[in-house]
């Protein structure tokens, strides 16, 4: 829903400001119309792209998942996809430990909870014995639970930790718990929806843990609070397969300065539950059309680049990997991204029409904003507000492939259908739906399929990114001060490196040489220097 005045388009008066920016004599490519753009990105076109994405799954064991076949052969289609459109797509490949749970429950008060109410979180390890541990709830001082200061003065000890989502990790909850001698933990969720959590990594540290509701959780805890004494019971027996290989996939355009860059991503990876069509093949096939369509559309100022994330959801490791080698391997392109655009889910059936909420007029943001995240958001609303398409806050809190982004100080925002929660009466008068029906009733399923993807949300969403991506091709001043730069000139054939970007990043090919001088206005020298400072903390660190 609109929530301001709504600032002057950037559509409006964008080539007066490029020229503007640019000093006397400096050529200027010509700027993308955002509107005439977000045209030629169709819903036809995205849902071939879903249509080939199924259709793998569907040869490949039902899903995408990381370290499947399935995951190969997708990659494999967005990567023919770009090489025809034009572009050298790279694989930046890391390593995952990837996790498999034989059986799993927990009751509380005796009481069985099951799935999708209750999940065990990824990477959690096994109960000891693999029947269940039975033990009293306990729930800390502070409900986050997120370190021992949450635990002072509770008796922990071999009890199950009962705490809220939010605010830090879960691997940070579960860390904190098991310091206060907990022997096991539940995490509620702190709104509407399942929980389906990851702990990120295995840690020989951690309890096993489960993911609940936060009606069960609430439940729980006004139990706890009346009956110290109440029970739970946890049971997990799980595998962990160590050492997968997978991979991220990076593309960018010929053109456009090198020392300015727009970055767009979203993960190609789906749940071993299912193919993953709006989770998260509607982001990954909607930048891939964008990607398609924007090679088509002649020399830019920006230069834009495309990432589609491995192994998102069994931690955000692809994208986490991508940006923890920049910053150890080369903190100065980290400090080229202007701005990064996240996708995640936008074809949902009960679709709301949400941006991240960078300047936290609905929700308080859990996290640190980085500067130009606000003006980032802005180019998202100010378009729905310019075409008269109402639109919701969902909360910027990192969870999803952004948060290393923001980690690091890049600016970030995007847009966002909904998943497991569920939608509002005030929701169902903006945009039609169910009333207190989940976003997505099929989400982390195998009903995650083309037929139930919802063609008007998603056709909203895609003229959306287009519009972003134009906009943002053309200049990003009102995010980083930066204005046109003189459009470096075509990559030739065989100048860029092929192949792809080592695990590790020491020996990495790099993305494109830098081609002409970025351009700079006043106000634009003071954000560089904020951005190197930055850059020489994070090698101090």
């Known amino acids: 829903m609109p929530r301001r005045a709504p600032l002057p388009t950037l559509m409006a008066g964008i080539g007066a400001g490029l020229l503007a920016l640019a000093p006397a004599g400096t050529a ?7 509107i005439g753009f977000a045209d030629t990105v169709t819903v ?3 849902a071939e792209h879903l249509e080939r994405l199924q259709t793998i799954a569907a040869a490949n064991g039902g899903n995408r998942a990381v370290g499947t076949p399935g995951y190969e052969a997708g990659a494999a289609y967005i990567e023919s996809v770009l090489t025809e459109a034009g572009y050298t797509p790279e694989r930046q490949y890391f390593e995952v430990t990837t996790q498999r749970i034989t059986s799993d429950s927990l009751s509380i008060d005796g009481i069985a909870i099951a799935e999708p109410d209750a999940r065990a979180l990824t990477y959690t390890p096994s109960t000891t014995p693999t029947t269940g541990a039975t033990a009293q709830l306990v729930a800390p001082v502070e409900l986050l639970g997120c370190d021992s200061a949450a635990w002072s003065g509770v008796d922990a000890t071999g009890k199950i930790a009962l705490v809220q989502r939010g605010v830090c990790s879960f691997a940070e909850k579960n860390l904190a718990a098991s310091e206060a001698g907990a022997a096991g933990i539940v995490i509620y969720n702190n709104v509407d929806g399942n929980l389906a959590g990851t702990l990120g990594a295995p840690d020989p540290d951690f309890i096993p843990g489960f993911g609940i509701t936060k009606a069960r959780g609430e439940a729980a805890l006004a139990q706890l609070e009346k009956d110290p004494t109440l029970e739970a019971t946890l049971a997990i027996d799980q595998t962990t397969l160590v050492n997968v290989p997978t991979f991220n996939i990076v593309a960018e355009t010929s053109t456009g300065t090198p020392d300015n860059v727009v970055m767009l991503g979203a993960h190609l990876d789906s749940v071993p539950e299912g193919p993953g069509i709006n989770d998260n093949g509607s982001g990954s096939a909607a930048i891939l059309e964008t990607a398609v369509q924007l090679a088509q559309s002649g020399d830019l100022n920006n230069k834009v680049r495309f990432a589609w994330w491995g192994a998102e959801e069994i931690g955000l490791l692809g994208s986490a990997h991508y940006v923890d080698d920049l910053v150890a391997n080369d903190p100065a392109e ?11 889910m936008v074809g949902s059936p009960n679709y709301v029409i949400s941006v991240y909420d960078a300047d936290q007029s609905t929700f308080e943001a859990p996290v640190d904003v980085p500067e130009g995240s606000v003006q980032t958001e802005d180019v998202f ?10 639109y919701v806050d969902t909360e910027f809190d990192g969870r999803s492939d952004y948060e290393a982004f923001i980690l690091n100080g890049i600016p970030a925002s995007g847009l ?4 497991d929660g569920e939608k509002t009466a005030e929701e169902v008068a903006l945009f039609g739906g169910e009333e207190g029906e989940q976003y997505d009733p099929n989400y982390h399923t195998d009903r995650d399929t083309l037929d139930r993807i919802n063609e008007q949300g998603l056709g909203i969403m895609l003229k959306a990114i287009a519009f972003a991506t134009a906009s943002l091709a053309n200049d990003t001043s009102a995010i ?18 092929a192949g792809q970007l080592a695990a590790t990043g020491a020996d990495a090919t790099p993305f494109l040489a830098s081609a002409g001088l970025l351009m700079i206005a006043g106000a634009a020298a003071v954000v560089l220097a904020r951005r190197r400072a930055l850059a020489d903390a994070r090698l101090e660190d």
């Open 28 to 34: 200027v490519a010509a700027p993308i119309d955002p």
């Open 381 to 390: 609303t100010d378009y729905f507000d310019s075409i008269g398409q109402p």
């Open 416 to 419: 966002f259908t909904g998943a």
């Open 334 to 344: 980290l400090d080229r991204i202007a701005t990064y655009l996240n996708f995640d």
């Open 44 to 46: 036809d076109a995205v």
């Open 480 to 497: 980083n001060g930066f204005g046109a730069a003189q459009p470096s000139e075509p990559v030739a054939p065989g100048a860029t490196p």
